[in-house]
């Protein structure tokens, strides 16, 4: 059954098509540590789930540390909540809630086997609401984590809900074929609907509120004003731009599909427009996004972390000529040819190589003095087989290596 959304999502993505971003996109890093299905980030830990539950410390994500990693179900892990000490995780036919006092030994306070299989799971005021895969979502009482125990349901007029959002007493239920739900929490036990956004009977695979503003994902990116609940209307609908999981900060919304993360300008809810895009090497499954770098969950690839900067941001970076830098090279997955960046301080002689993973050297791309300065250099990767390559800057006795990955 875990597999259902990734069949029909891959289907529906597949033929999802744009031109280039206008925002600058670039892989900082990758650790394949995990092979997450859903990702939680909590401050500087990111919290993964599979097969296995793991726990990562990415306080520096070039050199993330597995702090963490075992079976505590014989179930495939499907959402993860962090919700101050605790971690609730949705299963395969059941619900875990974690001690996570100590990250490095979580302690399982309870775990429910059960009927549904439960594909995300939110809390608030000791309050879970589970999204499950058997046409309901269920309520349950968390306030006793040694106990918790189902206070209410919705199992009318529903389908399989793949993912929730939460604001004040508003629920709001992303599902197969019914779209989105809103329900009416002030009550827990007794969710009250109160409106449907289902254009074209969609399917709705997640769901983030912003603003009065509904958005919804499935092959496409849906705004709905809600700001007259009775009666919401559809703002804009951008077609190719959705996919599995969506996550917002800022004026961007971040959606991840079958091959690429897609960052969309939302500034205009009735005007949504594709800022950017990374092409990814496995369904992003989970997003998260914090100060400007996204982390994405890529089902057989690890944690991908991402940045998309605002062209301002850029200019800033660009001058800032205090350091030594090397960035990462743009695009990364490249094929054939690719750009990197780099900055000196002073006049210097500067080298820049790219070496195969077995520390062959395969070119030399700077081998000159520069002076003080922002410096880009282009790598043509005709006639290289795909793999994993480095690059390395040496620049007086400053010298940083990078990874980067040729795919044809």
């Not at 990758?30 to 306080?59: C, H, M, Q, W």
Request: net charge negative; aromatic share 12%; charged share 15%.
């Amino acid at each position: 059954m875990k597999y259902l959304k990734i069949l029909i999502l891959i289907v529906l993505v597949h033929t999802a098509a744009y031109g280039q971003d206008s925002l600058n996109c670039r892989l900082l890093t990758t650790t394949d540590l995990v092979s997450p299905y859903t990702l939680a980030v909590k401050e500087n830990f990111a919290f993964t789930g599979s097969t296995r539950f793991s726990i990562l410390n990415i306080s520096d994500i070039y050199n993330p540390i597995l702090v963490y990693d075992d079976i505590l179900s014989n179930n495939w892990i499907n959402s993860i909540f962090i919700n101050g000490d605790y971690g609730y995780l949705g299963l395969d036919y059941g619900f875990i809630i974690l001690d996570l006092s100590s990250y490095e030994s979580p302690v399982v306070l309870s775990h429910l086997v059960m009927n549904e299989i439960i594909e995300d799971v939110i809390v608030d005021n000791n309050i879970a609401y589970l999204g499950t895969l058997n046409y309901a979502f269920l309520v349950f009482d968390v306030s006793d984590p040694l106990n918790p125990y189902e206070i209410g349901r919705v199992d009318q007029n529903i389908d399989d809900v793949w993912g929730l959002d939460l604001h004040d007493s508003l629920l709001f239920a992303a599902s197969e074929d019914t779209g989105v739900k809103i329900f009416e929490i002030s009550v827990p036990s007794n969710p009250l609907e109160l409106a449907t956004l289902n254009p074209q009977n969609f399917v709705a695979s997640d769901v983030k509120f912003k603003d009065n503003i509904v958005y919804a994902t499935t092959t496409h990116l849906y705004a709905f004003d809600i700001s007259d609940i009775a009666n919401p209307q559809l703002l804009d609908t951008l077609e190719g731009a959705g996919g599995y999981a969506i996550d917002i900060e800022g004026n961007y919304a971040y959606c991840t599909s079958n091959s690429r993360l897609s960052v969309i300008d939302i500034s205009n809810a009735a005007d949504l427009k594709v800022a950017g895009y990374y092409p990814l090497p496995s369904p992003g499954i989970n997003v998260f996004v914090k100060n400007k770098i996204v982390h994405v969950a890529c089902q057989t690839d690890g944690i991908y972390f991402i940045q998309f900067d605002e062209p301002t941001f850029i200019k800033e970076v660009n001058n800032n000529l205090n350091d030594f830098s090397l960035s990462q090279n743009y695009p990364n997955p490249f094929n054939p040819s690719s750009t990197i960046s780099y900055s000196v301080p002073e006049i210097v002689f500067v080298s820049i190589k790219v070496y195969d993973v077995l520390g062959n050297e395969i070119a030399t791309l700077v081998n000159q003095e520069k002076p003080a300065g922002n410096y880009e250099v282009k790598l043509d990767a005709t006639g290289l087989p795909s793999g994993i390559y480095l690059y390395k800057l040496q620049a007086g006795s400053f010298v940083e290596t990078k990874k980067m990955v040729l795919m044809k």
